[in-house]
């Protein structure tokens, strides 16, 4: 008896690892989907929060709708896109952050790169640097912690701006 009750268990188990292998194949062909012009495509919705066939195209400037169709339909049977039956354009179902697009976050109907958040934030700190030397002006300026984070400040922002342009210049477009 326990015997049987060990091997329903061994099946259940393997019921569960088939489904958990289901997943694993939906995810790998996103990321096998997500690459040249149905990219380009998934980059045009994801930005544009909504598009049809004909606007991809002539966005894009794809050659024919058939193209653009083809694209589209990759993108719905991987999950990735869904399309409204009322008005006929397709919408982003679910955001993939595998490649190029886990660099990037969504901002409206803008892509912006991470890094840019980052240099943002040394930007400030140069402006906070240069009113701290403006207020307390000579002590403040020879201090040598103040110049070392003033180093230091300049070296992440130039760094995140040769990350950023890097970046964008990779964005599917």
Request: glycine share 6%.
């Amino acid at each position: 008896m326990t015997y049987r009750s060990s091997k329903s268990k061994n099946r259940t188990s393997l019921a569960m690892s088939d489904s958990d292998v289901k997943a694993q194949k939906v995810k790998d062909n996103r990321e096998k989907v997500l690459q040249g012009k149905t990219l380009q495509v998934y980059w045009y919705i994801l930005t544009h929060h909504r598009a049809g066939v004909r606007e991809i195209q002539k966005a894009l400037k794809m050659v024919s709708p058939g193209t653009v169709t083809y694209q589209l339909n990759k993108l719905v049977k991987a999950g990735i896109v869904t399309k409204n039956d009322k008005d006929g354009k397709y919408y982003v179902k679910e955001g993939v952050k595998k490649g190029v697009l886990g660099f990037y976050f969504r901002l409206g109907h803008f892509m912006i790169p991470r890094y840019s958040l980052y240099l943002v934030i040394n930007i400030l700190g140069v402006i906070v640097y240069v009113y701290l030397a403006i207020f307390y002006g000579d002590a403040f300026i020879t201090n040598p912690a103040s110049l070392l984070f003033l180093f230091f400040i300049i070296y992440c922002t130039s760094v995140f701006i040769y990350e950023s342009m890097k970046i964008w210049k990779r964005k599917p477009t």
